[in-house]
Each structure stands twice: as C-alpha cells, then as structure tokens.
T-cell receptor
C-alpha cells in the first residue's frame, strides 16, 4: 500500500523561476494538506484541499503561491517567481474522505526546495 | 486560537536513560494532541495521539504521553532511550473548530542519544 508520494524530493530553482511540487495522496484518500517547514522551525499549515475544491487556504502566502487538486492527477503546489525565503521543505499529507476530528493524517516524505 | 510550546529545542540523553520531552498547549476548546517524529530528510511519522478518553496514551516504539488538562500539557516519555530514538520530535494540536487535518505544530525538539 503506497503512502503519500511527493515529487520531486529535491528541487533547485533560481530566483524568479517557478517551482511545482506534486503530491499523490494515499489510495482512497481525497483530502490533501500542504505544510511548509522553514529551517529551524516546525511545520506550518498552508492549505487544505479536496478534489477540485480549496477548503482552507488560511496559511497560504497571499502572493505567488497557489494550490490545486484536480479531479484527476496529483495535487500541485505552485510557487511563482521564487525568492530565497521560499527555500524550505514542503510536506503533503492526506486523509480519507470520511472521519472524525483527530483522525490521523499521513505525511509524505517532503520536497526540499532550494532557491539560489 | 490554539498554539503549542515545546520546552527545549535540543535534548541529550544517555542510552538507557529516561526520555522526557515537554509540550504545553493553549486552546480555548478541547484539543486533539499529537506527537510526531521526523528522521533526517524524511517525513513525519505519528507516534501517538490523544483525542478523547484515557489520558495516558501509548504509542509506537515504547513512547507514551499523558494529557493533563489542569496543566495544559502533553509530555512525551520513554523509559529507556535507544540509539534509534535520535530524531526530531514535534508536538501538534488541532481543534474541531478548525479544518480537519489542520495542525498547529511546536518548533520541535531535537533528541541526541549518547552511548
């Protein structure tokens, strides 16, 4: 049973380029979450998506960041015109469609973005 | 709004000694509490969680934590440290008034185990 799959695992971008991070949730999971881990910090919630819907984007920076979870295919976190401060580990997590609060969400192994 | 504070960013323990990682939370509504472990360059693995019911929660790898509402704490313990316990540990909280799966994480505690 494959876990949450993220790719690429490591990505290097020059300032001003675009970064696209992909996340395939666990089989049977239709809820996806993106978190960011800046150096020396804990994880910060960015966005919560269901298929074709953004449910909660309260943690997303107002500019340059966007996320989608299409009907078919992986969830994409897109960062336009990257800056050095975007260098971080980006984690995706997923959970099943139904469940109660406090149910476990499952994390992927992360995508490490380095902006040079 | 809820928040999590982990006391001590780095903890060093001897192999075989008690591991104690401290976590305090702030929440105006009943919290759901979690401990995750992260090994270098890897994702987070759930160690244990408290939702409702028994306040002493047992997790994987011999870890356990106790929810103490009066102290707003959820400290993580393991009686005897093993070298493989060297990792970073994160305490997290979520509440039912937030989006399900939206966790607030502490800053983490790096555990070093010495022979």
């Amino acid at each position: 049973n494959a876990g949450v799959m993220q790719n690429p695992r490591h990505l290097v971008r020059r300032r001003g380029q675009e970064a696209r991070l992909r996340c395939s949730p666990m089989k049977g999971h239709s809820h996806v979450y993106w978190y960011r881990q800046l150096p020396e910090e804990g994880l910060k919630f960015m966005v919560y998506l269901q298929k074709e819907n953004i449910i909660d984007e309260s943690g997303m920076p107002k500019e340059r960041f966007s996320a989608e979870f299409p009907k078919e295919g992986p969830s994409i976190l897109r960062i336009q015109q990257v800056v050095r401060g975007d260098s971080a580990a980006y984690f995706c997590a997923s959970s099943p469609m139904a469940g109660a609060y406090g149910n476990t969400i499952y994390f992927g192994e992360g995508s490490w973005l380095t902006v040079v | 709004a809820q928040s999590v504070t982990q006391l001590g960013s780095h903890v060093s323990v001897s192999e075989g000694a008690l591991v104690l990682l401290r976590c305090n939370y702030s929440s105006s509504v009943p919290p759901y509490l979690f401990w995750y472990v992260q090994y270098p360059n890897q994702g987070l693995q759930l160690l244990l969680k408290y939702t409702t019911g028994a306040t002493l929660v047992k997790g994987i790898n011999g870890f356990e934590a106790e929810f103490k509402k009066s102290e707003t704490s959820f400290h993580l313990t393991k009686p005897s440290a093993h070298m493989s316990d060297a990792a970073e540990y994160f305490c997290a909280v979520s509440v039912a008034t937030d989006s399900w799966g939206k966790l607030q994480f502490g800053a983490g505690t790096q555990v070093v185990v010495t022979p």
